[in-house]
């Protein structure tokens, strides 16, 4: 890593407002680092190193006219998940079905992006339509942990994730349907944040589960992931979900202080399958928290079972008809031969997903399907209900809830794929949260003996990101 | 034949005339080049989100308030997932599980007299389909999504019908009141109202329904006649010869007077419904049912009442005037200005209604104001202009909407009424016309109006007859 990279968002933010660096500059030496590192780790599909080049230009010619200064990340190069529409630029979701798509508009998260004066350096590698916990089931292979490159980075966000660690960006934004950015932030050992469900619009996001999924920053530290949330948020008239509030600015909330905040950890998330590694440097950082001031106490969250199958059946039944629309017809990958409508369906669905949509397009529509209904996808609703109510009880005692990401440090290649329901597992800590629409942040807490990163991952009650940026903050600060 | 009854329920899809689509901001405009209405929201492209067209949701309110409706206060869209390429998503965005409107019903009056309340299930909103074009020169299907997110709401009534002149009469009570609230114009032939027709047949006296099959295609009330006939018939043949009914979807083809299985139960879809995650639910607020209920309109039955009461004027006239909601509300804004109602019925039932068919326009086009209308009629009471002055002068106004009174006067149309200068041509006329003058004297009536004629020649139309009549007399 350059000087330049090595800097987190903010400051090289700094750097070139004070006119110390250049925005072309620092374009240029991500583009190098990206050409140095990512045959390697593969975390980018596309890079678009010219028109960065040209983005860079313009942007500092605007800073060198004294416009931006209210952007504290004006210049800063960025990395967007391939999940999420850029105007102009392939936009894939790590799929085969949309090798060619090139979106005539732009998701309104990158377009905020673009209005405080990012650099768009390129499109990162993802499980296809963000299905998957490693990054592995991209029809664009496997991205490398670079913590160690023989483990995986983590998923769906893994691109993301890898590119803020290995210096091939800034920072990044990722998206989050069960874990997507926290869990990937965990193992490549950054900071990544899930908001409440409607605090970032998902208009222009290619939906997964709609009822779940929420874009948020992967970053080097905390101040820059309130510092991306603040660009990224607000209401947007495009998405029905998005909510109607006043904007904030996150970064407001970095203080060192947790004297005030009451910290609750779930017994039942240090049960059985949990590495002892990760439960210690768990524990440690609550111990951290607790030599900060806050208060710290065990509690039992209950239901932690059943969220990993109500998730999977609530995801995969909205997965089944967002992916719909993929039908080789108007745009994305059509069969070569076929035999009449029906058959170029079924050839170019069967020869465009992977294998692991293919299953949760199948699992989806079977729980929605005549008969099996009430059985499945409403009793699944019935006990996402449950689940919120359980946070809600827990949040009336307690301010934050500390826990693990994930049950493990990052497995090694091609040991997750052999085994599905062993990869679902892995999402126990991750997927109620976004069953509940919680805010929740992933911030590294230690590594393990065999130097892989752990992360430790803290909630707050709905619209509470202040509350959890700041015992981040204090966190980060203080360990 | 007779020993049967047929039995009939309506499913009614309903075009909302709102400017823009259900879930974007495209235009509804029909006609258009291909894909010029159209963005990625209503293409169905990856990432797009669909948002509420509000006016979609009163309009349906509206309609289910007059149908007897209770409208449903928490009400959510619904996806119906099935594969075709008119279907950009794959998915329509409709209502199954709550939807705006049920258990309603509406009044008819059949043209023999029957008088029935035929129940509404449900009224629910969804999304119109694109069109597909099948190119045979190319042998390929083209795809237009110009129509693709159009409102509609689909009227489901309950099999409460018994014959194509009760269904003819509830088709007819619902265009009337939907286009009386504007909420659409309702041409069977254009689309904006489509009929689907449930009908089977059983014995009279029986309490159970026959297997019933849902026919589709049909686009005018002859259509609807003729398919109920024919599937009346086609049902009691198959029950008298012991087969059995088969319950299925048939295309109505109006040319061939016959119906054909599209498809039957068996192949029917699962369409997998589940509330559609990208729409938040509907929340309607005692606020938002005053507004819409305050802004009901006078329906035609109470217009009928009122304008027998009010105005005075035949069956016919207010028949014919009530017909059209802005036909209603130009009679209604011409006699308040103070026009004569007879008078003002009189232009719209003769002239209007001429012009508009030689136009090959309707009502809804009419273009010339109230106050001109007036002030049109008000030149003719005073005799300023004549009825034939006056019928060129409306011509102007149907056209460009012309102030009548400053049309006259640039025209010079105004009848003359210096007397002196009348009786000046009168006296010409007599002189230059003795052997008219002499028919006169010896009893021959007509030979007047010949010399009326050369007066109003001679004054270029611009004076009343009745007054060239008099003077005449006079002179004579």
């Known amino acids: 890593m350059s000087y330049i990279t090595e800097l987190d968002a903010l400051s090289l933010g700094r750097a070139i407002a004070s006119g110390e660096i250049r925005t072309t500059e620092a374009t240029e030496e991500y583009l190098k680092s990206i050409e140095e590192q990512d045959g390697t780790y593969n975390c980018y599909v596309t890079v678009d190193g010219d028109r960065a080049m040209e983005a860079a230009k ?18 800063v190069p960025v990395a967007i998940k391939d999940n999420m529409c850029t105007e102009g630029l392939l936009t894939t979701c790590s799929s085969r079905i949309l090798y060619n798509f090139v979106p005539t508009y732009e998701s309104t998260a990158v377009r905020k992006l673009r209005n405080a004066g990012a650099v768009i350096l390129g499109k990162t590698n993802m499980d296809e339509f963000a299905m998957g916990s490693t990054t592995e089931t991209s029809y664009f292979g496997p991205t490398r942990n670079p913590a160690d490159p023989e483990h995986v980075p983590g998923g769906s966000s893994g691109g993301s994730a890898a590119a803020v660690a290995a210096g091939e960006c800034a920072y990044a934004l990722g998206s989050d349907t069960g874990g997507s950015i926290r869990q990937p932030a965990s193992y490549c050992g950054v900071v990544g944040i899930k908001p409440t469900y409607g605090t970032v619009s998902r208009y222009g996001l290619i939906a997964y589960g709609s009822s779940l999924d929420q874009i948020g920053p992967l970053t080097r530290n905390v101040s820059d992931a309130a510092a991306v949330l603040t660009a990224i948020s607000g209401h947007d008239d495009k998405d029905s979900t998005s909510v109607d509030m006043p904007a904030k600015d996150y970064t407001q909330a970095l203080k060192k202080d947790v004297k005030d905040i009451k910290i609750g950890i779930p017994k039942d998330y240090f049960g059985e399958g949990l590495d002892h590694e990760v439960a210690a440097s768990v524990r440690a950082a609550a111990d951290v928290l607790k030599a900060a001031g806050a208060t710290v106490e065990e509690f039992d969250l209950s239901l932690v079972n059943y969220a990993i199958p109500a998730y999977y059946t609530i995801a995969a039944a909205e997965a089944s008809s967002n992916l719909e629309r993929f039908d080789g017809i108007k745009y994305g990958y059509r069969t070569e031969d076929f035999a009449g409508l029906h058959n170029m369906y079924k050839k170019s669905r069967s020869e465009g997903f992977g294998a692991e949509v293919k299953r949760r397009i199948m699992l989806g529509s079977f729980v929605l399907s005549s008969g099996y209904y009430d059985a499945y996808y409403l009793k699944a609703l019935k006990v996402k209900a449950l689940i919120k109510k359980a946070f809600d009880d827990a949040f009336a005692k307690y301010d934050i809830i500390l826990g693990p990401v994930a049950p493990t440090t990052a497995p090694k290649l091609g040991e997750s794929l052999s085994d599905p329901i062993k990869m679902y597992l892995g999402d126990i800590y991750t997927i109620s949260v976004n069953l509940a629409g919680l805010p929740g942040i992933s911030v590294p807490c230690g590594t393990s003996t065999d130097g892989l990163p752990i992360g430790v991952q803290l909630l707050a009650d709905c619209f509470n990101e202040e509350k959890l940026l700041r015992t981040a903050f204090t966190y980060e600060q203080t360990k | ?389 006056a019928k060129e002068v409306f011509e102007d106004m149907f056209k460009t909407d012309c102030d009548p009174v400053k049309y006259v006067e640039e025209h010079g149309l105004a009848t003359q009424n210096d007397e002196g200068a009348l009786r000046e041509t009168i006296q010409k006329v007599i002189a230059d016309n003795p052997q008219s003058v002499e028919d006169y004297h010896n009893g021959k009536e007509k030979a007047i109006g010949f010399l009326v004629g050369q007066t109003m020649k001679a004054m270029q139309g611009k004076c009343d007859p009745g007054s060239v009549n008099k003077i005449l007399k006079e002179l004579l």
């Open chain 2, 1 to 389: 034949m007779s020993d049967y009854e047929t039995v009939i329920g309506l499913e009614v899809h309903v075009e909302l005339a709102t400017k823009t689509k259900i879930f974007c901001g495209c235009s509804t405009e029909f006609g258009g080049e291909p894909n010029t209405h159209t963005c990625p929201v209503c293409t169905g492209m990856p990432g797009s989100l669909p948002v509420l067209n509000r006016q979609v949701l009163e309009y349906a309110i509206a309609v289910g308030l007059a149908t007897n409706c209770d409208i449903t206060r928490y009400c959510k869209f619904d996806r119906k997932n099935y594969f075709y390429p008119d279907n950009p998503q794959n998915y329509q965005i409709s209502q199954l599980y709550l939807p705006i409107c049920r258990n309603g019903h509406v009044d008819i009056k059949t043209e023999s007299g029957v008088e029935k309340a035929v129940r509404i299930h449900e009224i629910h909103m969804e999304e119109d389909a694109g069109k597909l074009i099948h190119d045979d020169w190319l042998d390929a299907s083209l795809v237009d999504y110009n129509r693709s997110g159009v409102p509609l709401i689909e009227i489901v009534s309950e099999p409460d019908m018994r014959s194509a002149e009760e269904v003819i009469a509830y088709l007819e009570k619902l265009r009337m009141t939907i286009s009386y609230l504007g909420a659409s114009d309702c041409k069977l032939q254009e689309g904006s109202m489509r009929a689907d027709v449930n009908l089977s047949v059983r014995k009279v006296g029986e309490n159970e329904f026959g297997t019933r099959t849902e026919m589709k295609n049909l686009n005018s009330f002859k259509a609807i006649a003729r398919a109920i006939a024919g599937e009346t018939e086609r049902q009691i043949d198959l029950i008298e010869s012991g087969e059995k009914v088969v319950q299925e979807t048939r295309r109505w083809d109006d040319d061939k007077e016959c119906s054909y299985a599209m498809r039957s139960k068996e192949d029917a879809q699962d369409y997998r419904y589940f509330p559609d995650p990208d729409l938040v639910p509907v929340s309607v607020s005692d606020e938002m049912l005053d507004e819409i209920r305050a802004r009901e309109p006078e329906f035609r039955e109470a217009k009928i009442v009122r304008y027998a009461e009010e105005f005075g004027l035949p069956e016919k006239d207010i028949l014919l005037i009530t017909e059209n909601k802005h036909l209603a509300d130009i009679f209604e804004e011409t006699v308040s200005c103070g026009a004569p109602a007879k008078k003002v019925s009189n232009w719209l039932m003769v002239e209007t209604m001429r012009l508009l068919k030689e136009n090959n326009l309707d009502p809804e086009d009419i273009r010339f104001s109230p106050a001109h209308l007036a002030s049109l009629i008000d030149l003719t009471e005073q005799r300023t202009v004549n009825s034939t002055v």
């Open chain 1, 58 to 75: 313009e942007i500092q010619a605007r800073i060198d006219k004294g416009e931006l200064s209210d952007s504290p990340l004006a210049g």
